[in-house]
């Protein structure tokens, strides 16, 4: 079961629109709609953002926001801020013999 | 407030063995299922293992399986790792993580530790 592909890095200046992708297989990202998003500043642990593709749970701003096609889930962060600017991991229930896999992790900075 | 305290990392020899623990607090302890995230220096993030609200199903990541055992106990709001024949590729620091639905295991870890660090080296 090899970690579900994203981008090393994104950069936007302040304000703008990014969009962070992820792509799995027909047995993890394309098979089911199990999929999360966390956001992870140095030296913290991951905070939840996105659930089931595009839910946000209480208390995480609306300028997040998840979608999928086929293999490939997405992250958009519109309105980009200064706190924006940590490392994003997705992640997938899979059908394999290891239930759950993550990204490989994008580091998003803030120009 | 959810509280999830780890303890029990450290520097252990190769083949050596560790139990990590993970203190649970301010919510139902025994209406969630739990897991174990880990992440190597500078690394990503790992699944290592999971187990079910009332403890009867684990489950592990192929990485793992066989050497590292989950289990927890819920009359004491504890969940336990128990990691033997450890390798210089398990050093990591070690989350502890709580889904966030009741009686759910799809993997969304809505409250974290803080994390205890793993060291394998001779």
């Known amino acids: 079961q090899s970690a579900l592909t994203q981008p090393a890095s994104v950069s936007g200046s302040p304000g703008q629109s990014i969009t962070i992708s992820c792509t799995g297989t027909?047995?993890?990202?394309?098979?089911?709609?199990?999929v999360s998003w966390y956001q992870q500043h140095p030296g913290k642990a991951p905070k939840l953002m996105i659930y089931d593709v595009s839910n946000r749970p209480s208390g995480v701003s609306n300028r997040f926001s998840g979608s999928k096609s086929g293999n490939t889930a997405s992250l958009a962060i519109a309105g980009l801020q200064a706190e924006d600017e940590a490392d994003y991991y997705c992640s997938a229930y899979t059908s394999f013999t290891t239930p759950f896999v993550f990204g490989t992790g994008t580091k998003v900075t803030v120009l | 407030e959810v509280q999830l305290l780890e303890s029990g990392g450290g520097l252990v020899q190769p083949g050596g063995s560790l139990r990590l623990s993970c203190a649970a607090s301010?919510?139902?302890?025994?209406?969630?299922?739990m897991s174990w995230v880990r992440q190597a220096p500078g690394k990503g993030l790992e699944w290592v293992s999971g187990?079910?609200?009332?403890?009867?199903?684990?489950y592990y990541a192929d990485s793992v399986k066989g050497r590292l055992t989950i289990s927890r106990d819920n009359s004491k709001n504890t969940l336990y790792l128990q990691m033997s024949s450890l390798r210089a590729e398990d050093t990591a620091v070690y989350y502890c993580a709580k889904e966030r639905g009741e009686r759910e295991l799809l993997g969304y870890f809505g409250s974290w530790g803080q994390g205890t660090l793993v060291t394998v080296s001779s």
């Open positions: 301010g919510f139902t302890f025994r209406s969630y299922a």
């Open positions: 187990i079910r609200d009332a403890g009867g199903n684990t």
């Open positions: 027909s047995s993890d990202v394309g098979g089911y709609n199990y």
